[in-house]
């Protein structure tokens, strides 16, 4: 039997479930917390050398800054636990969270007819999901309902992706230890420096993971006698040491808004969108002077790293992995070594190349991803489950929040930009004002519309289009949420600060209203 009704759930206690909470707050949400902390992927999927990707002042909550602000450094995930659960004592969070409370089965419960050319209050005023909730430690599930669901559970950690072998290829026929890499945050010190110390170690992939884990496996072998940690890498992607291009910020390339307006955008009318063609050289100059800097500053044709697509493709698809420092330095002295592959497979004694190499070794370390989707449909209930599974890889959500065709349910922290903790809290400040019914959504077309128009800007601006990445036109994106908000869209004091400055979470906060 279910618990008593309350409004709103909240499954997921990482940024975006804790952002959901500080501005859902006045309607006492409960929110799922299937561990013993808050934090996400910061607690559960970091390792003891992963630093934020963003500058420090580019990842902050608007109404809570850094004690010291800095837009130099990237904080380990140690410092961004500590500021997230000082965030949450600050605006008495925590009080909202269920700890080990795993949410394993969603219940559709309300009722289905809806207006044709409106969404509707996300608060119907009687209960509209159930949702079970299994604790640490009980096999029992209970059931509580709910009038709207907030689902946070995110798109990294819990569930990784393993590749597929051909038949006698799999880990199987190994005869070292493989693991993934959310296996390996999960071991303390103690167990990280017995699996790698002395150990002739290959890690498949090389995107951010994949590069904290090389780099934290080179720190185990120092000395004469540490071995080579092997990266096999089958799609190569630029790499940036810092945040400074021939001594210019990197935000004049990309996050300004003079700089927005060389990329198109959704709902860009026909004279930006000449105006955005015109500008079409310029856009492309930009991505030569990165990759002529980095190309000059790093040895990537030394390595054979060098990709052969834009650098503007990876940004435009949030792939783009900030190096640790002194990275190159250990493939320097031989720490860390690269081999590019289109395939591969194992043997008894390690890892065999499509070209036929083969690669002894100790350990194997895949650094291939988490199962996000697989994630949400294990909790979603037919027949809404179907709607979350797109040809293009990308979740249809209008705002990045919203699919019309799912009840009374929001996503926060699917859609992803430079500053993702920014990109989930102006998207929870749009969505308490929904709540409130303070506006109103557009008609279900228009949702629709607006939706397959980003997605289809995705898949012309980056080949790498298998994830739902607003980069290219973040000010624009947060313009249209502004504006539903009833908010000024432009935030800054004058107008060359508007054109020419970087816009961070501190330009929405929300006493400027």
Same mark, same amino acid.
């Given at each position: 039997?279910?618990?008593?009704?309350?409004?709103?759930?909240?499954?997921?206690?990482?940024?975006?479930?804790?952002?959901?909470?500080?501005?859902?707050?006045?309607?006492?949400?409960?929110?799922?917390?299937?561990?013993?902390?808050?934090?996400?992927?910061?607690? @559960?999927?970091?390792?003891?050398?992963?630093?934020?990707?963003?500058?420090?002042?580019?990842?902050?909550?608007?109404?809570?800054?850094?004690?010291?602000?800095?837009?130099?450094?990237?904080?380990?995930?140690?410092?961004?636990?500590?500021?997230?659960?000082?965030?949450?004592?600050?605006?008495?969070?925590?009080?909202?969270?269920?700890?080990?409370?795993?949410?394993?089965?969603?219940?559709?419960? /309300?009722?289905?007819?809806?207006?044709?050319?409106?969404?509707?209050? *996300?608060?119907?005023?009687?209960?509209?999901?159930?949702?079970?909730?299994?604790?640490?430690?009980?096999?029992? +599930?209970?059931?509580?309902?709910?009038?709207? *669901?907030? +689902?946070?559970?995110?798109?990294? #950690?819990?569930?990784?992706?393993?590749?597929?072998?051909?038949?006698?290829?799999?880990?199987?026929?190994?005869?070292?230890?493989?693991?993934?890499?959310?296996?390996?945050?999960?071991?303390?010190?103690?167990?990280?420096?017995?699996?790698?110390?002395?150990?002739?170690?290959?890690?498949?992939?090389?995107?951010?993971?994949?590069?904290?884990?090389?780099?934290?496996?080179?720190?185990?072998?120092?000395?004469?006698?540490?071995?080579?940690?092997?990266?096999?890498?089958?799609?190569?992607?630029?790499?940036? $040491?810092?945040?400074?291009?021939?001594?210019?910020?990197?935000?004049?390339?990309?996050?300004?808004?003079?700089?927005?307006?060389?990329?198109?955008?959704?709902?860009? /009318?026909?004279?930006?969108? *000449?105006?955005?063609?015109?500008?079409?050289?310029?856009?492309?100059?930009?991505?030569?002077?990165?990759?002529?800097?980095?190309?000059?500053?790093?040895?990537?044709?030394?390595? /054979?790293?060098?990709?052969?697509? =834009?650098?503007?493709?990876?940004?435009?698809?949030?792939?783009?992995?900030?190096? =640790?420092?002194?990275?190159?330095?250990?493939?320097?002295?031989?720490?860390?070594?690269?081999?590019?592959?289109?395939?591969?497979?194992?043997?008894?004694?390690?890892?065999?190349?499509?070209?036929?190499?083969?690669?002894?070794?100790?350990?194997?370390?895949?650094?291939?991803?988490?199962?996000?989707?697989?994630? *949400? %449909?294990?909790?979603?209930?037919? =027949?809404?489950?179907?709607?979350?599974?797109?040809?293009? #890889?990308?979740?249809?959500?209008?705002? #990045?929040?919203? %699919? $019309?065709?799912?009840?009374?349910?929001?996503?926060? #922290?699917?859609?992803?930009?430079?500053?993702?903790? @920014?990109?989930?809290?102006?998207?929870?400040?749009?969505?308490?004002?929904?709540?409130?019914?303070?506006?109103?959504?557009?008609?279900?077309?228009?949702?629709?519309?607006?939706?397959?128009?980003? +997605?289809?800007?995705?898949?012309?601006?980056?080949?790498?289009?298998?994830?739902?990445?607003?980069?290219?036109?973040?000010?624009?994106?947060?313009?249209?949420?502004?504006?539903?908000?009833?908010?000024?869209?432009?935030?800054?004091?004058?107008?060359?600060?508007?054109?020419?400055?970087?816009?961070?979470?501190?330009?929405?906060?929300?006493?400027?209203?």
């Amino acid at each position: 039997m279910a618990n008593k009704s309350k409004k709103i759930a909240i499954i997921g206690g990482g940024i975006s479930g804790i952002a959901a909470a500080k501005q859902l707050r006045k309607h006492n949400p409960v929110v799922f917390e299937a561990t013993d902390c808050i934090g996400g992927v910061w607690k @559960h999927c970091a390792f003891r050398t992963t630093k934020l990707q963003t500058p420090r002042c580019d990842y902050e909550f608007s109404d809570f800054p850094w004690a010291q602000r800095d837009n130099s450094s990237f904080p380990s995930n140690i410092e961004i636990l500590e500021y997230v659960r000082q965030y949450a004592e600050h605006f008495d969070v925590l009080k909202f969270v269920e700890f080990n409370s795993k949410v394993v089965e969603i219940r559709f419960i /309300g009722d289905r007819r809806h207006k044709s050319d409106q969404y509707g209050s *996300l608060l119907s005023g009687h209960p509209v999901w159930e949702v079970g909730v299994q604790t640490t430690g009980s096999e029992t +599930i209970q059931w509580h309902t709910f009038e709207c *669901l907030v +689902i946070c559970a995110g798109k990294y #950690g819990d569930i990784p992706m393993i590749p597929k072998f051909p038949q006698n290829k799999g880990p199987e026929v190994f005869k070292g230890k493989v693991l993934h890499t959310l296996d390996y945050c999960k071991m303390n010190q103690e167990e990280t420096t017995q699996l790698l110390k002395g150990k002739k170690v290959v890690i498949f992939g090389f995107k951010k993971s994949a590069i904290d884990f090389a780099y934290e496996c080179s720190q185990e072998n120092q000395g004469p006698e540490g071995q080579t940690c092997t990266m096999v890498i089958r799609t190569l992607r630029w790499t940036v $040491p810092h945040y400074s291009v021939w001594g210019l910020p990197f935000y004049m390339f990309y996050s300004t808004r003079a700089a927005q307006y060389l990329h198109e955008r959704p709902n860009q /009318g026909f004279f930006r969108s *000449l105006i955005c063609t015109a500008l079409s050289p310029v856009r492309k100059m930009a991505s030569k002077i990165i990759e002529s800097y980095l190309t000059w500053t790093l040895p990537l044709d030394k390595y /054979g790293l060098k990709p052969d697509h =834009p650098f503007e493709e990876d940004y435009a698809s949030c792939q783009m992995p900030i190096l =640790p420092e002194n990275f190159f330095a250990e493939a320097d002295k031989g720490k860390i070594d690269f081999k590019r592959t289109s395939k591969w497979g194992f043997w008894e004694g390690g890892v065999e190349l499509d070209d036929g190499t083969k690669l002894e070794a100790d350990v194997v370390v895949l650094a291939t991803g988490f199962d996000g989707k697989q994630k *949400l %449909n294990a909790i979603i209930p037919d =027949p809404f489950r179907s709607l979350l599974d797109f040809p293009s #890889g990308m979740m249809p959500l209008y705002k #990045g929040t919203i %699919n $019309p065709f799912i009840p009374n349910t929001a996503f926060v #922290g699917y859609i992803e930009s430079v500053s993702n903790l @920014h990109t989930a809290e102006i998207r929870c400040k749009w969505l308490s004002r929904l709540v409130d019914d303070r506006f109103k959504l557009p008609s279900v077309e228009k949702m629709l519309g607006d939706t397959m128009e980003e +997605i289809d800007i995705m898949k012309r601006t980056t080949r790498f289009y298998k994830r739902s990445c607003i980069s290219t036109f973040s000010i624009n994106h947060t313009d249209e949420i502004c504006e539903e908000m009833g908010w000024n869209a432009w935030r800054k004091s004058n107008w060359l600060a508007e054109a020419f400055s970087p816009y961070n979470s501190q330009d929405y906060a929300e006493k400027e209203d």
